[in-house]
């Protein structure tokens, strides 16, 4: 029997000698998904406020022939403390994103939520060297860059773990909203998409390049940074137009009390964010509150993913017959 087709096998059988996890465990699992992801990337952002991107200079060793800190008269130890404690963070990712794949197979889960299970593990890795290459690249503002979205997109896929675990497996699929709305609400997400990225842009020409070595500087974006600050606030504005006009489709056609409220949510989350933003450009961008903008892009990436997933729901065939 081929290697290939061997370990999964093994693996299941493996996982059959735990207990079937219930449903409340399953989603459990899927929300310390959630919260791990979306942690990670805070945690990213302190790294880089604290000016500690290159506390460990290498990877995935720390210093060249150690994994751990070790004392250097060129990197301060609080850097080295702080890169190296958002790195022991990664094991944490990868141990709910490992447990998801776990409760949901041994649970004989259907194909969808396996593979979004098994989502979580495969990026975890794409993310690790990414931030492999954020690090031996000196910091570029775009790996950084690079490093954040991703940390969205698996924020979102996160959500969609969640949301399908607590389906049932054997329902059929029901559209909530007229598809106009629906792809209203895509719209919506592709404009949250373009945020994000002006938004990365932003840090990019902005004051906080992760590291301040003055012999080995890191490069920064060379655009005017009111410039780009213009372009992701107007982008943010149209991102909540978009969802102020989707609600009152979604009022008009007599939407679910449930799709109405997770809007109801997203729209209070990214009103609050466009507020964090304008205080924190004006008070020239201050440490602290760059993190708590991080916290707010994954709040609005994961809130604008449960309203997409809550426009078409897997429901028991008698409910719907009903």
Known sequence: MPAGRFLPRLFVRAVDLLPEPSLRVQRLVAAAVILTQGGIAVTGAIVRVTASGLGCPTWPQCFPGSFTPVPHPEVAGIHQAVEFGNRMLTFLVVLTATAAVIVVTRARRRREVLVYAWLMPASTVVQAVIGGITVLTGLLWWTVAIHLLASMTMVWLAVLLYVKVGEPDNGVSVRR????????????????????????????????????????????????????????????????????GLGFGLVAVHARRAVLSRLGVLVALVAAQGMLGAVQ??????????????????????????????????????????
């Open 281 to 322: 450009f004006f008070a020239g961008v201050p440490a602290v509150l760059v993190a708590f903008h991080v916290a707010g892009a994954a709040a609005c990436t994961a809130a604008t993913a449960a309203l997409w997933a809550s426009m078409r729901e897997r429901t028991e065939p008698e409910l719907v017959e009903s």
């Open 177 to 244: 909203v007229p598809r106009p709305l629906r792809l209203l609400t895509l719209l919506s997400a592709v404009t949250l998409s373009a945020v994000l990225v002006t938004g990365t842009m932003v840090t990019g020409a902005g004051p906080h390049a992760g590291d301040k070595s003055i012999d080995r500087p890191v490069p920064r974006l060379q655009v005017e940074i009111t410039t780009l600050v213009h372009m992701h606030s107007s982008l943010l504005v149209a991102y909540l137009a978009l969802l102020v």
